[in-house]
């Protein structure tokens, strides 16, 4: 099917975004790296190093996927701090990215440790967790895909602790105007020729592609963060990682 994603009525996105993640699943890890040219891997290093988790953390990883971000939190707090008490929580809307998560979980150390759980669920809706009972938030490349990404903010201004802190790691935009053009070529031209060869499944990633043109631009993106009661840095409210194409943006709950 050939459809534009801008004519798909809002119910009918949450399926349609877990219909595209379940057949992702098993090909996800390959096409990010070949369309990131493994750029997301450094991304993924940095925004956890800044994070710098350590001393027994509770974290939450929301659209953990198949647990990029969780593993990178885990391995962190105890190569550098000897931590073995930080747990994250991660969650996703897809069982099939989930499951893939589980499996490379049970490959380690953490695995049916208190360290680490899994919790399908929407990022919109954590009924499963309590108010104020998480030191840090994280969600990586999952909130562009959400329908109402200012409550996805809420719930987590709900569930920090006072002082807790939220960080996102998302697509961004390439404020450049003649970087911006190449950035266009490759988003528009090679990753859904990519996604055909790779994973043969051209459509769902061309939807990827989509998703991040039509995602906020920074300036805007801080402020639904601000709007949710999270202080935003003034000097720095966000980091834009290679050229902007992708950003940090951090809100600690007051
Ligand atoms: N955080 C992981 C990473 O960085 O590798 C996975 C990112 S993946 C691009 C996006 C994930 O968001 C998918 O696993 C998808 O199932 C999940 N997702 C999409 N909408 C969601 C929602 N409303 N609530 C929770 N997870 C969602």
């Not at 060869?197 to 989509?210: N, T």
């Not at 963060?225 to 966000?238: C, D, L, S, T, Y």
Request: aromatic share 10%.
């Amino acid at each position: 099917t050939h459809f534009g994603f801008r004519d798909v009525p809002e119910q009918m996105k949450e399926s349609l975004v877990k219909g595209v993640f379940s057949s992702v699943a098993s090909s996800y890890d390959v096409m990010n790296d070949a369309m990131s040219l493994g750029i997301h891997r450094l991304w993924k290093d940095h925004y956890v190093s800044k994070l710098d988790p350590h001393g027994g953390l509770k974290c939450l990883d929301v659209a953990g996927g198949t647990g990029d971000i969780a593993m990178r939190i885990l391995d962190h707090a105890r190569e550098k701090y000897g931590d073995r008490e930080t747990s994250v929580s991660m969650l996703d809307i897809n069982p099939e990215m989930l499951e893939e998560g589980k499996k490379r979980f049970a490959k380690t150390m953490y695995h049916n440790t208190p360290q680490v759980s899994f919790h399908l669920g929407n990022a919109e809706h954590l009924e499963q967790f309590a108010d104020n009972s998480f030191d840090l938030y994280t969600i990586a490349f999952g909130i562009r895909n959400c329908t109402h990404p200012d409550k996805v903010v809420e719930e987590a201004y709900r569930v920090l602790k006072p002082g807790g802190v939220l960080s996102v790691l998302e697509f961004s935009n390439v404020p450049n105007p003649i970087l911006s053009q190449a950035y266009d070529l490759w988003s528009f031209n090679v990753i859904p020729a990519l996604g055909h060869i790779l994973a043969s499944d051209r459509d769902s990633y061309a939807y990827l592609v989509e998703s991040i043109r039509r995602f906020y631009k920074a300036p805007e993106f801080a402020e639904v963060i601000r709007k949710a009661g999270f202080q935003v840095a003034q000097n720095e409210p966000w980091e834009p990682l290679t050229f902007g194409i992708a950003a940090i943006h951090t809100g600690v709950k007051v």
